[in-house]
Nanobody
Framework: QVQVVESGGGLVQPGGSLRLSCTTSGLDLNYYAVGWFRQAPGKEREAISCIGNTNGNLYYTDSVKGRFTISFDKAKNTVYLEMNSLKPEDTAVYFC??????????????????WGQGTLVTVSS
């Protein structure tokens, strides 16, 4: 069964850090890019980061650039999102996703092939 499963969400204070994990199964990562979306309360879901696991290409949206780092552990088939200098506006449900395309229309429009169930990140004092 092809699936991606997120973990690592929780409550963190402003300025703090959190690491999200996305464990993939049944997915040939030679053919799929993996990335992260988030959806804040009352807002549309947005793609924030993506990694091409064969070529190492990375993408970050401007709002997280310099604060978030995406990485891939091939041995564990797991993609991580290291989030630093967190702000209250980072509060959202974070979704892992996978698609045969690396960043482009399908990520921008949110029509990627595979979705996780989401994990909640709350940044609050």
């Amino acid at each position: 069964q092809v699936q991606v499963v997120e973990s690592g969400g929780g409550l963190v204070q402003p300025g703090g850090s959190l690491r999200l994990s996305c464990t993939t199964s049944g997915l040939d990562l030679n053919y799929y890019a993996v990335g992260w979306f988030r959806q804040a309360p009352g807002k549309e879901r947005e793609a924030i980061s993506c990694i091409g696991n064969t070529n190492g290409n990375l993408y970050y949206t401007d709002s997280v650039k310099g604060r978030f780092t995406i990485s891939f552990d091939k041995a564990k088939n797991t993609v991580y999102l290291e989030m630093n200098s967190l702000k209250p506006e980072d509060t959202a449900v974070y979704f892992c996703a996978a698609d045969k395309t690396f960043w482009g229309a399908r990520w921008y429009l949110g029509t990627v092939e595979i979705w996780g169930q989401g994990t909640l990140v709350t940044v609050s004092s």
